[in-house]
């Protein structure tokens, strides 16, 4: 079982199945107009990845120990952390091409300890096996790997989220390292390594998602008002919101070619946003669940349609502004460092 479960142990993706945490008669609050109520705080950290593990097969789901057993062992990495005996004196190894260099570690990070509440094998809930669909042609073409390690041509623009290409200049740096947008917050809001909390206003005629993540913020009407013209184009798209009885429906286009159609992870950008054509779905479930699922359609880069479900928690903590460029000395650094090694004859020039 523990040869089975090692892959889950380094995954960071989350997500829930639709079908199994609906529950039929379940009291939810609403607000006045006789709607959900959907405001609140929410949290949608977890250890359940985006994709199901191959080595899992068709498991849709993890038996209750498997579930245990790889929640007892993300708490015990974490807690070893702590312990004096673990701490690092040794100097860490100079240059890169290993996981022992990087920006944080495990301490820094908060992915959470739990699996989905169904014990799901993956967040995406269609197609059945849990994997993303095949990629056409274009959408092979498509893809970039930011990189913590080397420079990587890649034609402008660069739309990973996460570390980048080079350091000539700050457009080769991840679109979360120039604060331009959160690693998480999407859309379509995906967990990742911390700050994984939105906070959802709800009118009569719009709703407004706060993502703690670079305190992103979006206005959605649900005022039967008409999409912006195709030629305007926004980093988070347009998006435009309808009632189908109990679920609150978020359409959104009109995104732009400086993001992806879609990501992996951070350092993963798969197509571009031209052609996306999101759907989002918010569900109250009960009092402190609300369902996130979302539908991505781009048959320029993926052969067909899939879905994703995370299952968002109720929090009673608040969300922090998240002052990205207050505090950005990462940024300024890697490209100080680049101009140092130049000078040192280390560098290109």
Known sequence: ?????????????????????????????????????????????????????????????????????????????????????????????????????????????????????????????????GRLPALTAEGEALQQFGSLWEDLPIEAPLRVRSAGTGADRPEDRGLAERCLVGFNSGPPMMPSGYNNNMQLFQTPDNIVIVNEMVHDIRVIPFDARPHLPETLRQWAGNSRGHWDGDTLVVETINFTDKTASFETSPMHAIGTGLTLSLTERFQRVDEDTLLYEYTVDDPTIFTRSFTVAVLMRRSDEPIFEYACHEGNYGLLNILRGARADELAGDGAP
């Open 1 to 129: 079982m523990m040869t089975r479960l090692f892959a889950w142990g380094l995954t960071v993706f989350a997500g829930v199945s639709l079908v199994a945490v609906t529950v039929a008669g379940q009291t939810v609050p609403r607000v006045a107009d006789g709607r959900p109520d959907l405001q609140g705080v929410w949290d949608f950290r977890t250890q359940t990845p985006l994709q199901r593990p191959k080595n899992l097969g068709d498991q849709a789901f993890l038996t209750e120990e498997e579930a245990s057993t790889l929640e007892a062992a993300v708490t015990a990495r974490r807690a070893r952390l702590l312990e004096p005996s673990e701490v690092r004196t040794e100097p860490l190894p100079a240059g890169g091409g290993g996981l022992a260099v990087g920006g944080y570690n495990d301490f820094w990070l908060d992915y959470g300890t739990n699996v989905t509440g169904d014990r799901r094998t993956s967040l995406i809930t269609d197609p059945p096996d």
